[in-house]
């Protein structure tokens, strides 16, 4: 097991987080019909209808690339986003980190390399991540050392720039009706500071009590013990825009994932407690990674029983599983979603508990990451 040292949070704010969501001009959105034409593209094995998929995995619509949108169009745009929403110029911040997940272990990489090319001058350095699902964890944890190493910096910026489009086939139903297209920014940043206030978001800040991310073996059940968690496949599959193509995708075992995911994100929790004490009284809102409806709901289930008093939020039906974006996703649009859910708005002394598992890219066979962290929501 390969975990990722725990690091002081003593001062830190989370906050503003902004999405791209909204921009018809770089997403469409797909419908549970069109998702039925295109599980059905080999002839077998196709949801049967836009209901079965609903059923099947929780989502009503999700968002994919539009023809010809690249992720570095995305990524420039976000950007542009953020510094309309705050003021905020590239320049303000120490450092920016990046999760991009991808089958090709070196696309994050790739595009970081393409915006230092390409952005202004004045933008920071950047440090690429090929995460996944816990994508959003891991930079939250690597940002804060970098902000407790680094004395002088005072500000730094997360992005999470998720195109699962691109490298899963259209074709393969496990994927087809699951996945999304998410783009994120999220500002880590030391107090005391200035609350910015946002339209989509409340004037409070997030005050980071603890952050952990671990990889974590967990090898296979008997009866699966030769297949792996996750594997690549590279040949003829079929793109989001229903065209035949060549490339490299990702596979994964259903069963083994399901299992291994529940069971891992119920731990997070369970630490997340533990780490972290919930005060008498005090309200706590879960936040956790969305990868399907069927394991939401068998998360959700088996936690309420331990944890009757707490509520679970998440925007999966109509965005589905958008990686390490799905949980700033949320906290870029959190009222909304409270609302959704029939919620009251965040108040001063919240809990929120952010918790993930998903693939492990570097040993994606047998073992998955996982993570957590704990904020209280702090206007002040």
């Excluded at 002839?43 to 690249?70: C, E, M, Y």
């Excluded at 870029?332 to 919620?343: E, F, K, P, W, Y």
């Amino acid at each position: 097991m390969r975990a990722w040292t725990d690091v002081p949070t003593m001062g830190l704010r989370l906050g503003p987080a902004v999405s791209l969501c909204h921009r018809s001009d770089l997403f469409e959105t797909l419908e549970n019909e069109r998702v039925v034409e295109l599980s059905g593209q080999k002839g077998t094995g196709g949801f049967a209808s836009p209901a079965a998929v609903l059923r099947a995995t929780g989502v009503a619509r999700r968002r994919i690339l539009k023809q010809d949108v690249t992720p570095f169009d995305v990524t420039r745009e976000l950007l542009h986003h953020l510094t309309n929403s705050t003021g905020w110029q590239p320049g303000d911040f120490s450092h920016v980190f990046l999760c991009h997940s991808h089958a090709i272990p070196d696309a994050a990489a790739q595009l970081a390399t393409r915006l230092r090319a390409n952005l202004p001058r004045e933008m920071p350095a950047i440090t690429p991540l090929n995460s996944g699902c816990t994508g959003f964890l891991q930079l939250l944890s690597i940002a804060t050392r970098f902000l407790q190493t680094h004395e002088h910096a005072s500000r730094v910026l997360l992005l999470n720039v998720e195109t699962p489009d691109l490298w899963h086939c259209s074709a393969d139903r496990l994927f087809c009706g699951i996945i999304g297209g998410g783009a994120t920014a999220t500002v880590l940043q030391r107090s005391p500071t200035t609350p910015i206030s946002l339209q989509s978001s409340p004037s409070a800040m997030l005050a980071l009590q603890d952050v952990h991310v671990q990889d974590v073996s967990v090898g296979h059940s008997a009866h699966v013990a030769s297949t792996p968690l996750f594997f690549r496949e590279t040949g003829s599959v079929f793109s989001f825009h229903g065209r035949p193509a060549t490339g490299t995708m990702m596979r994964m075992n259903a069963e083994s994932v399901f299992l291994h995911g529940i069971e891992l994100m119920l731990q997070a929790l369970r630490n997340a407690v533990s780490r972290c004490p919930v005060r008498p009284g005090q309200r706590v809102l879960v936040i956790p990674h969305q990868p399907s409806g069927k394991l939401l709901r068998a998360l959700i289930a088996t936690a309420k029983q331990q944890f009757p008093g707490f509520h679970f939020v998440n925007n999966l039906l109509n965005h589905g599983n958008t990686i390490s974006s799905t949980i700033p996703l949320v906290l870029a649009h959190l009222q909304d979603v409270l609302n959704q859910q029939g919620l009251e708005p965040p108040a001063p002394g919240d809990r929120l508990i952010l918790m993930a598992s998903g693939i492990c890219m570097e040993r994606m066979a047998d073992t998955m990451a996982t993570g957590l962290a704990t904020f209280d929501w702090d206007p002040h």
